[in-house]
Antibody, heavy 115, light 110 residues
Framework: QVQLQESGPRLVKPSETLSLTCTVSGGSINRYYWSWIRQPPGKGLEWIGYIYYSGNTNYNPSLKSRVTISVDTSKNQFSLKLNSVTTADTAVYYC?????????WGQGTLVTVSS | QSALTQPASVSGSPGQSITISCTGT?????????VSWYQQHPGKDPKLMIY???KRPSGVSNRFSGSKSGNTASLTISGLQAEDEGDYYCSSHTSSSTPLFGGGTKLTVL
């Protein structure tokens, strides 16, 4: 079955850019939407944005000015860039296949913003 | 875009039934039959329990059911078990095609 795995730096300095990649295995990235979702420690889930395999994107209005999501179908991967990060961006970041629901999810990766 | 409204916590005894509500607006919950529910245990990724208001993915117990009335969706868990304890989140499609989550509900099995 389809599995997702997030990868990228776990520690980012304030004002720098957070970069993560999600690798899709067990199935093709084609034909679906793919989301990034985050969860600050002890808090709820926040949808960041999604990308279609063709490259079309949609972002959370509250993060839109700082977010870029891209896809590399040849590698079965999609990526997240969040710039000008602050400590408020410290969270577990998940990737997930998106239909009208999110499933499956990656295991999540904790990214800490700290100097 | 405000989060969907869920109760912060609910509780029930083993064997009982509980219901978690998820209230939005006509631009999200009320406007589409695209509400989903997720169960999250500490340190784990969320698990899809219900999609499209009332559909259950393969492998999810039939003790879990979903419904919707107007701008409020509900998740009902019957025959409560200790393993059901955890956090539950609803999500809905919206008129701007930007999915929205609820704030989450902590379920305690007494």
């Amino acid at each position: 079955q389809v599995q997702l795995q997030e990868s990228g730096p776990r520690l980012v300095k304030p004002s720098e850019t957070l970069s993560l990649t999600c690798t899709v295995s067990g199935g093709s990235i084609n034909r679906y939407y793919w989301s990034w979702i985050r969860q600050p420690p002890g808090k709820g889930l926040e949808w960041i944005g999604y990308i279609y395999y063709s490259g079309n994107t949609n972002y959370n209005p509250s993060l839109k000015s700082r977010v870029t999501i891209s896809v590399d179908t040849s590698k079965n991967q999609f990526s997240l860039k969040l710039n000008s990060v602050t400590t408020a961006d410290t969270a577990v970041y998940y990737c997930a296949r998106t239909i009208t629901w999110f499933d499956p999810w990656g295991q999540g990766t904790l990214v800490t913003v700290s100097s | 875009q405000s989060a969907l409204t869920q109760p912060a916590s609910v509780s029930g005894s083993p064997g009982q039934s509980i219901t978690i509500s998820c209230t939005g607006t006509s631009s999200d919950v009320g406007g589409y039959n695209y509400v989903s529910w997720y169960q999250q245990h500490p340190g784990k990724d969320p698990k899809l329990m219900i999609y499209d208001v009332n559909k259950r993915p393969s492998g999810v117990s039939n003790r879990f059911s979903g419904s919707k009335s107007g701008n409020t969706a509900s998740l009902t868990i019957s025959g409560l078990q200790a393993e059901d304890e955890g956090d539950y989140y609803c999500s809905s499609h919206t008129s701007s095609s930007t999915p929205l989550f609820g704030g989450g509900t902590k379920l305690t099995v007494l």
